[in-house]
């Protein structure tokens, strides 16, 4: 891929900055809005949102927790090892992936969790092992205190935001808004507070922040600390932008499951981080799938003579279960 990279564009401005604060409004403020969408999906996939929401207050806060759990000696981190879980929940350790083969290592550290009440109560423990993934309840650090709650709470709220975007979606693809209620119940599949620290090794030297990939689900909610650039995405005219970080905004990005169910009209972005700041940056993923039994057939507005179905239905689960396969078994084996 890197052969046909022509060049690295200064900025940002290529990537829409679309307000979504209309998105429980009128039926017309609706339709306006979801024409942007489409138009940002079908060109490169990738585009900020204002407008959606999440009080400063909660953001805020995952973000010093996770500074603070990140901070913690590498011992105390490893006691819950992702790997050892099996599921993707807890700890993972810089270079512990190398997500771009031809690289050598992602220097990131993260820390991941799936969908989990924020209240517990007796049937939690269903909930908490309901996502389509791998099985298996979240594992949380005893220290800083604050952090389950920060990354809970940042985590409801990102799912919020995550459920408007489908109906937006929907609306985009001339669907009724609601098409995606019923295959989504288990949207929110893993969420990932992620650390960079800052890179000052040789450029070419095969080490990056995060190796260029697509995400493999329906879409991703990216947070990114303002004022730090490191994520780039690689645009339909094969040039690597940058995202630069615009306070109060997310960044939304298709994958490569969304991709697949319209039938590539919705394009999913080739996308890497490297953090040369100087200074540690970080980020949150939350990724959004869809109902493992759903069956991915591409949406009616997106096929035609001209434009025949490019893919063979596959279920959700299949095809999530296959990626991460392909993905678990490249990296690292486990100490
Ligand atoms: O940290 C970032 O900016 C990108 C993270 C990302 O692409 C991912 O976790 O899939
Ligand atoms: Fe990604």
Redesign the pocket.
């Known amino acids: 891929m890197s052969a046909k990279v022509v060049s690295l564009m200064p900025d940002s401005a290529a990537i829409p900055v679309i307000d979504i604060s209309n998105a429980t409004g009128t039926q017309e403020q609706k339709t306006v809005l979801a024409r942007k969408i489409k138009t940002a999906c079908m060109e490169d996939g990738i585009f900020y949102v204002t407008g959606h929401g999440i009080p400063e207050e909660t953001i805020d806060n995952v973000f010093s927790a996770m500074r603070a759990y990140f901070s913690l000696p590498l011992e105390t981190k490893m006691k819950l090892y992702h790997k050892r879980s099996g599921n993707f929940r807890g700890y993972g350790p810089l270079l512990d992936s190398n997500i771009e083969p031809s690289n050598r290592g992602d220097l990131l550290e993260g820390f991941g969790a799936g969908w989990q009440e924020l209240f517990p109560d007796e049937n939690d423990e269903k909930k908490e092992n309901s996502s389509h993934a791998k099985p298996g309840a979240n594992v949380w650090p005893s220290e800083p205190a604050p952090f389950r709650k920060a990354y809970l709470n940042y985590y409801h709220a990102a799912v919020g935001v995550g459920r408007m975007l489908y109906r937006l979606f929907a609306l985009a693809l001339d669907l009724p808004e609601t098409y995606f209620d019923d295959k989504t119940n288990d949207l929110a599949t893993n969420m990932?507070t992620?650390h960079?620290p800052p890179q000052t090794g040789p450029v070419n030297d095969g080490i990056v922040g995060?190796g260029a990939?697509t995400?493999f689900e329906c879409f991703?909610i990216?947070w990114?600390e303002p004022g730090i650039q490191?994520?780039q995405v690689l645009n339909s005219e094969m040039r690597w932008i940058n995202a630069t970080p615009i306070p109060g905004t997310l960044v939304v990005n298709i994958a490569d499951l969304l991709a697949r169910w319209t039938n590539d009209v919705f394009k999913s972005p080739v996308?890497r981080?490297i953090n040369r700041s100087g200074v540690p940056r970080y980020?949150i993923?939350l990724f959004f799938g869809a109902d493992s039994q759903v069956q991915i057939e591409p949406v009616p507005s997106c096929i035609s003579s001209e434009q025949p179905p490019k893919y063979e239905i596959i279920s959700v689960g299949d095809y999530v279960q296959k990626r991460i396969e392909d993905m678990y078994y490249q990296t690292v084996p486990p100490p």
């Open positions: 990932r992620l960079y995060l990939h995400d991703t990216l990114q490191a994520l996308h981080a980020s993923a």
